[in-house]
């Protein structure tokens, strides 16, 4: 999740989680004030850090779990597909037309491409979790047209566009990560703070004072 595959791509990503990330953070500093006294904490900085590294790596790994799964299963029964016998007259004409559909077969098959780039935690922590942590807000482009939507109207449209880019395979988006990343910040959104509290409990080494 930290490789990119480009200076534009690793901006952009910096981008957003410089727009959004605040609100992910006081979102989570809103949840920690709900804590009992001993769990309160200074700074939510190592809550949204973990919440940032666990998203991107559940995104990477249904990317993965997508392109072993399903991608390469597809694309290794497209090479080995069998091929049309052709007759010839010679030896050599045998090894040229034998080996043209399986050049044709490897130059139109789709390259899995690796998953790069913290673009699976950045839709986690900026979009899903702020869309529904802050239902209220509005969001608009950097760019022209600038007219501001409701944030859970424009998280929508992302998501449809990835879905529809998962399903007819666009090749410029990891649409998968994206969704994964989607899935976890809305799961987090419902499980993540009790979580979080319950993981502090159980790893607090200090004690308590019992009062006399």
Request: net charge neutral.
């Amino acid at each position: 999740m930290f490789s990119h595959k480009s200076f534009v791509h690793l901006l952009f990503n910096c981008l957003a989680l410089e727009s959004f990330g605040s609100a992910a953070y006081l979102y989570f500093v809103r949840e920690e004030d709900k804590a009992a006294p001993a769990q309160l904490e200074v700074s939510a900085s190592w809550h949204f850090l973990g919440f940032f590294v666990s998203a991107g790596l559940f995104s990477g790994l249904v990317s993965h779990v997508v392109a072993t799964k399903f991608m390469y299963p597809r694309l290794v029964a497209q090479l080995s597909a069998p091929s049309t016998a052709v007759k010839t007259e010679t030896w050599a004409a045998a090894v040229a037309a034998s080996a043209a559909p399986a050049a044709a077969a490897a130059k139109s098959a789709k390259p899995i491409l690796p998953s790069l780039g913290a673009s699976g935690a950045v839709y986690a922590s900026v979009t899903t979790l702020t869309a529904l942590a802050f239902p209220e807000s509005q969001v608009s482009l950097i760019i022209p047209p600038s007219y501001p939507i409701d944030i859970q109207t424009g998280v929508g449209a992302l998501v449809l566009l990835d879905i529809i880019g998962a399903a007819r395979g666009w090749r410029y988006f990891d649409h998968w990560a994206h969704l994964g990343g989607a899935a976890f910040g809305a799961a987090y959104y419902c499980y993540g703070p009790a979580f979080w509290q319950n993981l502090r409990r159980t790893f607090d080494t200090t004690t308590t004072p019992v009062p006399a």
